[in-house]
Structure formats: C-alpha cells, structure tokens
C-alpha cells in the first residue's frame, strides 16, 4: 500500500484535528446507531493521539470497550471525477468506518494502515465521518490479551481487559487520517529491489497499475515510464515497462547513518499524455546473513541502540512527530545506530524518516503475548497453561505479517522482519505453529530479508524450539535483574555461559541481545551500586556488555529501553517501566553518557572484515 503524498496528479487532505468523541460505557451505541447523524456529545478528541491520557478522567483513561469518534468532511469540487481515498495510518486496535450513515470500512488490528474507496453518488456537500474504535484484546488478536466479563450486583456487564504485554493499552486513532486523491486509472503498488555489484547497481521495479475494474496489464494502451532521480535533482537513468530494471553506474549507497536515496519516480501515460505520477525514495543497499556475520553492503554491520515504544506523555501512543525526530537525533548523539518497533509496526512517517536519517530497522509484528503463562504466572500464579493449544492467534498473525511486510517492503532501512516477541517457544506446539508463518514472512518479501523471532529469557538452547529456524538469534537477557537480582557480577557470568552455548549449537548464526536493562528511578543515587539507582543501571550495562567481545558471532546490543514508559499497573512497575536510559521527558540517565563512550568506539561496519573472504 503506498504511502499517500501529493505529486502532480494526487492530491492529500489531512482530516486530522478535534473531533467529536464519545464513549460507549454500554456497548449500546451499535444498537442505538450512533453513526447515524450527529454523535450526542459535547466532548472532543484530538486525531491523531491516544484518547487515554487527554481525556484525563480514570474512567475514559481506563475504559474497556468502544469510543466513537466523528468529524464532517467536505470535499473540494475541484477533487471531482478523481478517485478518492480514505485513507487511515492507524486505528487502535479494531476500527469500524461509517460515511454518512453507512458502515464503508472494517479493519482489525491497530498498527497497519487501511483505505477504503468512496463511491461519487456517496459524496455530499458536508459528508459525516464516524468511526468506532474498541480497543479490546483477547486470544484471538494481537497483541494478546486476556479478556474477561463479569457482572456487577445490578447485573451490569464489567469488562476487563488484561494486556498479556508489559506496556499500557493506549487506544484511539493514532496516525493520520487523509483523504486521498488518485487519477481514475492510477499506480497501485510499486515493488523495488536491487542487485550490487562494486560500484554499479540494477534496481528491479514492478508497478501495478489499476483502474476501477481492478489491475490493468500492459496490453491495456498504459504505459509506465520510471525514472531514478539523484538527491540532487539530477536524472540517474530511466527505464519503460510495467516491469523492468534501472542500471546506475557509480551508485551511492544507503548506509548505516550515511544514508543515500535515489527518487525512483514512476509515470502512467497513455498516448503520451500523463496520468498519475508517484515518487518513491529508494536507498540502495544489500543485506545478507553469512558466516555468523549480519552483513549490509558486504560488511560486517553492529547494531548499537534500543528497543524502543510508541509512547509519549499526552499524546500517548498517538504518532509524534516531534518527539521522534528528538529520539532520533539523541540516538545519534551517543552513537547508536538501530532500534527494533518494538512491539509492533511504527508510523509510517517514522520509517520514511528512518531512511532518510540512516537508522537501522528490526521491524516487529505486534505479535507478543503469544505466552498465556507470562504475566499471568508473573502477577498471579495460576495454572499452567497450554499455550499453543489454546491461542488463536494464528489468522491474525497472518494478516500483521502480509501487512507489514507490504507497507514496509521498499523501506531500505528496514533490515530485518520479527515475527514475535517472546512467545512460548518452549511449549510443543511452538515449531509448527512458527514454521508457516516464518516462511510465509520470506515469500512474501521481495527483498527476501533475514526473519527473526526476538525469545524470552527461559528460551534457551536446551529448549527453545524455534532458534533453528530462525536467521539471527535476538535474545532478551535480564542477567543481574529479573535473574541475580543485586550482582550484576553473577549476571555477567551467567550471561557469558549462556552466549557461549549458542556460539557453539550455532556457529554460523549471528547473535545479538535485542534486550537488556535494568529498572532506575531517574536521581536516585548510592555510593554502593543497589537496584533502581542510576549506578546500578551502569553497572549493570556495563557487566554485560563486558561479555560480548568473546563470542565471535555476536552483531549487536539493543538496550531495553530508551526511554521509561507507561505499562498498565502491577507490583513490579512504579508508574511505568523505567528500563529507559533516558526519561519519558527524554532527560538522560547516567547510562545514556555510558553507552555514549561505548558506542562512539565502535563501527556501524566493520570495513576491514568484508565478506569477501
Ligand atoms: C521483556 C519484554 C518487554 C518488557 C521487558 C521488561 O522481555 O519484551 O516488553 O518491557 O521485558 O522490562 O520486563
């Protein structure tokens, strides 16, 4: 699905702002048809942000269930005979649209973008827009949640809302809503990969174009013609045909924070005259897995940097672009070159500028909770569950991954898929569950990107039954925290035999840790490094990362977290999840000087090992 911008030929209105907001206490606004006519309320909403904390009362904050967002649409009369788009970034986590009364649009799960066409004989001079939004989680969605009834002394229905997840369940519609414009035959997709070799490259393109009857092919009387643009302006090369290939001599590479991008510009004519035009950017580089080694553009690559969340005061999950560029360039300051989206897919404004900037993406599926016996055990011991014989995940699984994949495949900054986060990958069940949905990651990917799955710290060599089938073994280790508590000297120990055993079960798979860290209240301080302090998170980082050198394969260290976040409330999280190395006001912790010195040390790529040998 291609991003919405305006060229010469589309057009983008931007339907965010303050919306009328209501919310469902009673699941009765369905029945009561809520989306028909005025919405009943004097309350309001910004778009796009999480309702969660702007709403400011524990009620809404806390709500289980649905809220129902409207606004009044009026389309300009010069977008007539266009086709037009609606067109939402995100909506947190299952949406339902209505266009004057009439439900137009369904979509589950709340971090991948969808559109919906509208009809001509459905466009009014003021048009009400009515989306429903419930943010409800079970074993059947992802994230996973675990979802319960009950009822009051008055019989009235209470609903709880569990996330299986250690992060808060902000709701809402959280990215960009746009209606788009295209010409009525128009560019649908556009697929882009590329061979390298030295100094010259061939970029493989394939367009689909589409009209009202669906895709048109190359006897239809269209033509495409596709240029590649230099960042300066300059014409690189061209090409004609729905398929074909650009050959650039002295190509610029996209590197690890040297980023380069080519414009690949695509044009649909017919009898020479112009239809639509879109612009792609495109930044050529290679990623391969080999000898134990995560390559990109044949050298050895380290990642340095975080696992990091959506999640920012006020707006909560809701896509933030000033706060991002800020996380950016703080990464930038200490060193660090790479994130993971953990745990789910970031806005797509973060990952064009991801390519823009040179940040190295792990791009995750929001496929975490898939462990009924996580927080569950964690927070109240119960019995065991059989997690692969009761989770129904499976379908929604499907859907996250052929979406992702789809609206990220062009993005050279994403170099690698993650199907999960922690799953019980112990459990029988676990290899065939994952098996299908890693391979259907590989075939659906045209550039045929290493797929991982990120494991939990009882994941282990002995047991876990899923790091076979994996290209790169991503670990989340807590030695020194959650395990020797208070010594972060046992910790790096244990950490150390525990990468050794891989190294030897794997040789020629790269490790890297895609988590650690360690909960520090920002200003407390001990001469004596004890848990929570600032000491404490330094020498925490420090004892594992002093294990890293000696294992051969070992490509990269993501500390957990950037920043501290919000997380719904339980006994081990003191308003939040504070693993950041900088606050949720981006104040830097003393780790963040730490890793500071480590980072600037060390090379994005290695260029004396090249692969060659
Ligand atoms: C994990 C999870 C992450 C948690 C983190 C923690 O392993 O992947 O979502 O926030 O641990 O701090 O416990």
Redesign the pocket.
């Known amino acids: 699905m291609l991003y919405p911008i305006t060229t010469q030929t589309r057009a983008v209105i931007d339907l965010g702002g303050i919306w009328r907001f209501k919310v469902d206490y009673d699941e009765c606004g369905l029945n009561e048809k809520w989306f028909m006519g005025m919405l009943d309320t004097e309350s309001v909403m910004c778009v796009p942000a999480s309702y969660n904390d702007i709403a400011a009362m524990s009620d809404i904050r806390n709500h289980v269930g649905s809220v129902w967002y409207q606004r009044d649409v009026v389309v300009p009369q010069l977008l007539t005979g266009q086709r037009l788009v609606l067109r939402f970034g995100s909506v947190t986590h299952k949406a339902h649209v209505y266009w004057n009364g009439a439900l137009i649009a369904e979509h589950s799960g709340g971090f991948t973008p969808f559109e919906v066409v509208l009809k001509p004989s459905d466009i009014a001079e003021t048009n009400q827009l009515t989306v429903r939004v419930n943010n409800i989680l079970d074993i059947s969605t992802l994230p996973v949640g675990l979802y319960s009834e009950s009822k009051d002394e008055n019989g009235k229905i209470i609903r709880k809302n569990m996330p299986n997840?250690?992060?808060f369940n902000y709701a809402g519609i959280h990215r960009p809503v746009t209606l788009v414009s295209t010409p009525e035959y128009f560019i649908d997709d556009i697929i882009l990969t590329n061979e390298c070799s030295g100094t010259s490259a061939k970029v493989h393109y394939a367009v689909t174009i589409s009209g009202k009857d669906g895709a048109v092919d190359a006897d239809s009387g269209f033509s495409v013609a596709v240029d590649c643009i230099a960042e300066d302006g300059s014409l690189v090369t061209s090409a004609n045909g729905f398929t074909g290939e650009l050959h650039i001599e002295n190509v610029k590479r996209w590197n690890p924070l040297k980023p380069y991008l080519y414009t690949i510009r695509v044009k649909l004519l017919k009898d020479g005259t112009l239809i639509d035009l879109y612009d792609e950017p495109y930044g050529i580089r290679t990623v391969a897995v080999k000898n134990g080694q995560f390559l990109i553009n044949e050298k050895p690559f380290y990642f340095k940097g975080f696992?990091k969340h959506e999640d920012a005061f006020y707006t909560g999950r809701g896509f933030n672009a000033a706060q991002t560029l800020l996380d950016f360039n703080l990464m930038k300051w200490m060193g660090a070159n790479s994130f993971r989206t953990?745990?789910y897919p970031y806005a797509e404004e973060t990952m064009r500028l991801c390519d823009r900037l040179g940040i190295v993406v792990i791009d995750e599926v929001p496929a975490?909770g898939i462990h009924l016996n996580f927080m569950a055990s964690l927070l109240t011991p119960a019995e065991k569950r059989d997690t692969f014989a009761e989770i129904q995940t499976k379908a929604a699984h499907e859907t996250v991954i052929r979406e992702l994949i789809e609206r990220d495949k062009n993005h050279c900054c994403v170099v690698m898929w993650s199907i999960a986060?922690?799953p019980e990958t112990n459990d029988k069940g676990a290899d065939a569950y994952f098996a299908p949905l890693i391979k259907r990651a590989k075939d659906l990917d045209p550039q045929k990107r290493p797929v991982t799955i990120?494991t939990?710290?009882s994941s282990l060599p002995e047991t876990c039954r899923v790091s076979a089938m994996i290209d790169v073994l991503c670990l989340?280790r807590?030695y020194g925290?959650?395990l020797q508590s208070g010594d972060v000297k046992e910790g790096g120990k244990a950490a150390y035999t525990e990468l050794q055993k891989w190294q030897e079960k794997f040789p020629d798979k790269p490790i890297m840790y895609?988590?650690f860290?360690a909960?520090t209240v920002a200003g407390f301080h001990s001469l004596d490094p004890v848990m929570f302090t600032e000491e404490y998170q330094v020498a925490y980082l420090k004892a594992n990362t002093e294990q890293f050198a000696a294992i051969k394969n070992f490509v990269g260290e993501h500390v957990?977290?950037f920043a501290d976040?919000e997380?719904s409330q339980n006994i081990?999280r003191v308003q939040g999840?504070k693993?950041g190395v900088f606050t949720r006001d981006r104040k830097p912790k003393m780790a963040a000087y730490f890793l500071k010195e480590r980072w600037t040390a060390i090379p994005d790529l290695k260029e004396e090992e090249s692969s060659q040998n």
Do not use: A, P, Q, R
């Open positions: 997840f250690d992060f696992g953990s745990h975490v986060n922690e990120v939990l710290m989340n807590y925290w959650y895609t988590e860290g909960d957990w977290n976040f997380t081990i999840n693993k």
